[in-house]
Structure formats: structure tokens, C-alpha cells
């Protein structure tokens, strides 16, 4: 199928990625000039060990099998990573209960090796740390952000797919099944077979630009906006402006 993915952030890049090892013809429409720009440049670039998240819930099961499939990535791809652990701590007796809830949902959840640790434990792991006690999870880790999705991206490239910056997605109709999408201004409309919204904070503008689109269906209250539509660079064979990544384009974290 040709498929279109709209973002070029880690999940934009991620699915593109899975779709293109599937075989399929996949292109990545990204608004602004460089890939991971949006919110995945703006994140602590932590590797979440799955601790917080309701046993059984989605988000449980996703950051459980996510954080082991982002460590193996890193492995095979040369990602720079450190699953330098992390300690979640008591400052007092009071707030002991609260972290051992907090180990004891993990380990329901499937999180690896996770260890409720006295005072001198901790203090022997970080020698200015004073508190009651921890729950120590040695599979949190950080992760270069950019060199991932670069990563992605190297993949995505690989199987014959393509990233085109500077390309918004402004409006998307649905004809004879077929989606019709209107991708910059001087673009015109392009026919995909499937449409995947990864725009992040612009997903629901994305939903709201969707001739027939359940308003609904959009989270919060939301009113459509004009999209802004740079001047493409370089045009594919689908007519979308395509430049090559920025090589370690800046990321910022906090
Ligand atoms: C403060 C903070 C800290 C965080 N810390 C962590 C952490 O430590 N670990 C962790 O795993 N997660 C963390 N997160 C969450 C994580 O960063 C996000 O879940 C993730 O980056 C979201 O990626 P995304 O691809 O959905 O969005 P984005 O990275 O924002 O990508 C969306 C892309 O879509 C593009 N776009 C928007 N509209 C259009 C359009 N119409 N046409 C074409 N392109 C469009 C945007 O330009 C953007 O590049 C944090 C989030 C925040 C805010």
C-alpha cells in the first residue's frame, strides 16, 4: 500500500519504520524543516521501566514491552543509551507505604528486577542522597532522542521510503478509496491508500481537516485553524518536498 504518515516525531517515525519493513511504500510528511522537532525534542529522554501505570492497563503493557524493544533497538542500531537506573525514594517514614505501592504495581506490571532498598543502600549508590528508604529500578535508562529517530529514519530510508520536510498536511478527503490529501499548498492533492495522523500536538487539527471527520471523535473543544504551508525545496515522485535529515540536528532536553 502506499501509505502516508503525517509527523516526522519518534512515533511518526517509528510507525513509518514498522510499515516500511511490512513492504509497504511509505512517506513521512513533516510540517517543519527538520525531523523530531515537536515534543520529541522537548522530552527528558528518559527509557520508562513501566512502574506508574495501572496493572492491566494499555499504558502498562506498552511501556513494559516498549522499554525492552527500545533497549534492543539501541543495541542493533548503535543508539546512544544508558539504563543508568533510577531511584525512587522515602524522605520520610510517612512516604515509605507510597514507594512500596510503587514496587509493588511494577513488579504486577512486569518490570524487571525492581528492589525496595534501605537508607545505607542507597546512600552507597549516591553518597549525597539522605532518605528512609527506595525502590531502586535499574531498567530506567536515558536515550539520545535525535540518534533514535535518526535510526528510524535510516530504516524507513532503507526499505525505499522518504521524508519530506516542509510538507504540512492541510486538508484530507476520502473518494472512491482512495484518501485524497492535500499536502503544501503548491503540492495539490495526492492519493494514499491509508493515512497515518502522528502530528503530536497537531493530531487533532489533522482530525479537524478530515472532510467527514467526527467532530466528536476530537478530543477537547477544538476549532479547525489554517495550517501554514511553506515553499517545498525538492520535490518526490509524489510531488512533496524532500531534503535529507539533519545529522544530529539539535535536541533539546529538560
Ligand atoms: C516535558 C516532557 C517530558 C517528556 N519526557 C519523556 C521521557 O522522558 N520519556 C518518554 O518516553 N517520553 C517523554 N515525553 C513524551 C514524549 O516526548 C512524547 O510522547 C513523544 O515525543 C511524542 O512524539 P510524537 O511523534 O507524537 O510528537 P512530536 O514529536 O511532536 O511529532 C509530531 C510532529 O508532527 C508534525 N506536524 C504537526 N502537524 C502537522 C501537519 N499538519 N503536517 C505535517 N506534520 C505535522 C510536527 O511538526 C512534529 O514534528 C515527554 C513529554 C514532555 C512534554
Given at each position: 500500500?502506499?501509505?502516508?504518515?503525517?509527523?516526522?516525531?519518534?512515533?511518526?517515525?517509528?510507525?513509518?519504520?514498522?510499515?516500511?519493513?511490512?513492504?509497504?511504500?511509505?512517506?513521512?510528511?513533516?510540517?517543519?524543516?527538520?525531523?523530531?522537532?515537536?515534543?520529541?525534542?522537548?522530552?527528558?529522554?528518559?527509557?520508562?521501566?513501566?512502574?506508574?501505570?495501572?496493572?492491566?492497563?494499555?499504558?502498562?503493557?506498552?511501556?513494559?514491552?516498549?522499554?525492552?524493544?527500545?533497549?534492543?533497538?539501541?543495541?542493533?542500531?548503535?543508539?546512544?543509551?544508558?539504563a543508568c537506573?533510577?531511584?525512587?525514594?522515602?524522605?520520610?517514614?510517612?512516604?515509605?507505604?507510597?514507594?512500596?505501592?510503587?514496587?509493588?504495581?511494577?513488579?504486577?506490571?512486569?518490570?524487571?528486577?525492581?528492589?525496595?532498598?534501605?537508607?545505607?543502600?542507597?546512600?552507597?549508590?549516591?553518597?549525597?542522597?539522605?532518605?528512609?528508604?527506595?525502590?531502586?529500578?535499574?531498567?530506567?535508562?536515558?536515550?539520545?532522542?535525535?540518534?533514535?529517530?535518526?535510526?528510524?529514519?535510516?530504516d524507513i530510508?532503507?526499505?525505499?521510503?522518504?521524508?519530506?520536510?516542509?510538507?504540512?498536511?492541510?486538508?484530507?478527503?476520502?473518494?472512491?478509496?482512495?484518501?485524497?490529501?492535500?499536502?503544501?499548498?503548491?503540492?495539490?492533492?495526492?492519493?494514499?491508500?491509508?493515512?497515518?495522523?502522528?502530528?503530536?500536538?497537531?493530531?487533532?487539527?489533522?482530525?479537524?481537516?478530515?472532510?467527514?471527520?467526527?467532530?466528536?471523535?476530537?478530543?477537547?473543544?477544538?476549532?479547525?485553524?489554517?495550517?501554514?504551508?511553506?515553499?517545498?525545496?525538492?520535490?518526490?515522485?509524489?510531488?512533496?518536498?524532500?531534503?535529507?535529515?539533519?545529522?544530529?540536528?539539535?535536541?533539546?532536553?529538560?
Amino acid at each position: 500500500m502506499e501509505i502516508l504518515v503525517i509527523g516526522a516525531g519518534v512515533v511518526g517515525l517509528a510507525a513509518a519504520r514498522a510499515l516500511a519493513l511490512d513492504g509497504h511504500d511509505v512517506v513521512v510528511a513533516e510540517a517543519s524543516d527538520a525531523f523530531g522537532m515537536g515534543i520529541s525534542s522537548r522530552n527528558s529522554e528518559v527509557i520508562h521501566a513501566g512502574m506508574y501505570y495501572p496493572a492491566g492497563s494499555l499504558r502498562a503493557r506498552h511501556c513494559v514491552r516498549g522499554a525492552r524493544l527500545l533497549y534492543e533497538f539501541c543495541e542493533s542500531h548503535g543508539v546512544a543509551h544508558r539504563a543508568c537506573g533510577k531511584l525512587i525514594v522515602a524522605t520520610s517514614q510517612e512516604e515509605v507505604p507510597a514507594i512500596e505501592a510503587i514496587r509493588r504495581r511494577g513488579a504486577e506490571n512486569g518490570v524487571e528486577r525492581l528492589e525496595l532498598i534501605d537508607a545505607g543502600q542507597a546512600a552507597r549508590l549516591e553518597p549525597h542522597l539522605r532518605c528512609h528508604a527506595a525502590v531502586l529500578s535499574p531498567r530506567t535508562g536515558i536515550i539520545d532522542s535525535h540518534a533514535l529517530m535518526l535510526a528510524l529514519l535510516g530504516d524507513i530510508e532503507d526499505r525505499g521510503g522518504s521524508l519530506a520536510l516542509m510538507s504540512p498536511a492541510l486538508r484530507l478527503r476520502f473518494d472512491r478509496g482512495r484518501w485524497l490529501v492535500t499536502v503544501g499548498e503548491d503540492a495539490g492533492e495526492i492519493a494514499f491508500d491509508a493515512v497515518v495522523n502522528a502530528a503530536g500536538l497537531g493530531a487533532q487539527q489533522v482530525a479537524a481537516v478530515t472532510e467527514g471527520y467526527p467532530a466528536d471523535r476530537i478530543p477537547g473543544s477544538f476549532s479547525p485553524r489554517a495550517v501554514t504551508s511553506p515553499s517545498p525545496a525538492a520535490r518526490s515522485s509524489k510531488g512533496l518536498s524532500i531534503q535529507r535529515p539533519r545529522k544530529g540536528a539539535g535536541s533539546a532536553c529538560i
